[in-house]
């Protein structure tokens, strides 16, 4: 039973991250929980659960009598969100090179490919989607958990980051920005790797800052 309960939370849970990172759930709206438990058929207990871990990877925040809200990231959380991810980034770039192989190699093509071809469709989103799917998948090469963990409590902010954005991206430079790291990664080189990842993320946010507005 208990089993059950967990693996019914975890889905929850990441139900209720990719409704949030595709808009479904914008920066403001209510989580209801009833809601939840009648459209998925299911019990409070794993739905309120899976708010509790929300609430602690700060997609969400609760408040008395007024129940869960996704969490609005202020201009300030997302400047200093993005050193941290960079940092997250050299480590996992430094961590996953001596453990690639053709299958993840194989991966990080297919995201490659599909993040292209999203840009060059003008689709934003499938861009963010595969660009967000592109790191995680080195992310998870890295082999530690705890990077994984730490890595994943960024992603809301890097998705509102975007989100707040005003001004028009080239969103095909987006994607051909992360060929160098493919390129590094079938060197084998993993300080190497590790400084493309940081400068990559360290020019994504510096480029995209000009067009958040202040709070």
Known sequence: MTLVRTVMREQIKELIIQRILEGTYKPGDRVVELQLVQELG??????????RDLEAMRFIETEPYRGARVREVSHEELTE?????????????????????????????????????????????GVLVHDARFHEIIVEAAGNSVLLESWGGLRIEAYTLVSLIKSK?????????????????????????????REHIEHFGSTLFGGIPHD
């Open 81 to 125: 969100s993005y050193p941290v991810r960079a940092a997250l980034e050299e480590l996992a770039g430094q961590l996953a090179t001596p453990r690639a192989d053709d299958e993840m190699y194989s991966m990080l093509e297919a995201e490659m490919h599909n993040m292209l071809t999203a840009a060059r469709d003008n689709d934003q989103h």
């Open 169 to 197: 991206l080239d969103l095909v430079a987006i994607a051909n920005a992360h060929l160098p790291i493919l390129d590094t990664f079938r060197q084998r080189d993993a300080d190497l790797t590790g400084k493309v990842m």
């Open 42 to 51: 299911v019990s409070q207990a794993p739905v309120r659960e899976a708010l």
